[in-house]
């Protein structure tokens, strides 16, 4: 997968090499491929969970939620701009998304201890952009192409305090239209319950969420393509709008 990556080309699905991969190998491929990344100079700064919404489980057909790693390599400022020639078919999603200001760890985590961790909420664009492709794609293929996160950015932190994600409405607008739309609860009724999902996820690993790590908790709408000299945004009611160009 990472030499698909870096070639902006299809790579063969796990699963059809392999049938009889299991969902823990499949993370394990998308460690290790991870690690690669990182010994080339790439930093880990936090996780992204997928397929969290209806519309993005039909439209990919995958009736799970699925993470993935989120490394600085692929991080985006706000108002940034994204080279599509860099990448295969690339789609684009708006979230919401948490900075932690505390550990999240254990298989019995609650969404009360979730929101404690919390220290800040953003909003975010993910630029996913699937390197197995999408015919016959399964968990295992996506989980092994780290959840099909390409590129992200990630508006301005606001405390969490006083907020109702779920009822959070958020826009997708591309050149100043709106193209997608959903709310806080598209993300399996609430998006802090990603974060509970994540952490009960890691925790057969020994992994945890650390203090510092962003998370995006998934789209609250169907991916959009995403198109050469478009701009795409991110708003809703209460969290500051982020946006990026493609180029």
Known sequence: MLHAEQGARLAPRISAERPE???????????AGAALRVSAGARVVGHKVG????????????????????????RVADDGAVLVADLIAP???????????????????????????????????EVIDSRAGTAGLTLADSVADNAACARFAVGTSVPVEGL???????????????QAAGAGSAVLGDPLRSLVWLARRLAPFGCW?????????????????????????????????????AA
């Open 209 to 245: 969420l650390r203090p510092g790590d962003l998370v995006l908790a998934g789209a609250v709408h169907a991916s959009v393509p995403l198109l050469p000299g478009s701009t795409v945004t991110a708003r809703s009611p209460h969290l500051p709008a982020v946006r990026l160009h």
């Open 164 to 178: 109702d994600l779920a009822a959070e409405q958020v826009l997708l607008t591309v050149g100043g239209r709106t």
């Open 51 to 74: 397929l969290t919404s209806k519309a993005m489980q039909e439209q990919f057909g995958i009736g799970e939620p699925d993470s993935g790693l989120l490394l600085d390599t692929a």
């Open 21 to 31: 991969v299991t969902l823990q190998e499949a993370y394990r491929v998308q460690w």
């Open 91 to 125: 789609r684009v999603e708006a979230e919401i998304a948490f900075l932690l200001g505390a550990p999240l760890a254990g298989e019995r985590v609650s969404e009360e201890q979730a929101r404690a961790a919390v220290s800040g909420v953003v909003l975010a664009l």
